[in-house]
């Protein structure tokens, strides 16, 4: 029995052709976790990525490093830092990259709100 890694509709790529498909930033009701979706292209070498999330005063609230990941279509729970009340807009970096980060292969830069909490 096989069990494919990769959707079989779609054939991994070399390296020069992967990017980052798509983010998808969901609040989690607590607001102070932020579930993440990233799915980028199928990949024939395992790519790196970094995930950094900013406050309005551009302080680093989260931050996440996946090592040759093995996944195109990934999961993850960032968690809001160092804040009393975590009510406002962040910015989440998300970098693509293989041998260095600067400059990545691939960026993604998103805006999401957390809303105020309710009383």
Known sequence: MEIP??????????KDKVHIEEVIITPYPDRFRVHINVVITPFMERPNLL???????????????????????????????????????YTLTVDLFYDTRN????????TFVIPDGES
Not at 59 to 64: M, P, W
Not at 103 to 110: A, G, S, W
């Open 103 to 110: 400059p990545p292969h691939d960026q993604r830069i998103e």
């Open 5 to 14: 890694i990769f959707p079989t509709d779609r054939a991994p790529l070399p």
């Open 51 to 89: 995930l950094v999330a900013h406050n309005e005063e551009d302080q680093i609230v989260s931050e996440l490093n996946i090592i040759e990941t093995m996944h195109h279509n990934m999961e993850f729970t960032l968690h809001i830092r160092n804040v009393s009340d975590p009510a406002g807009i």
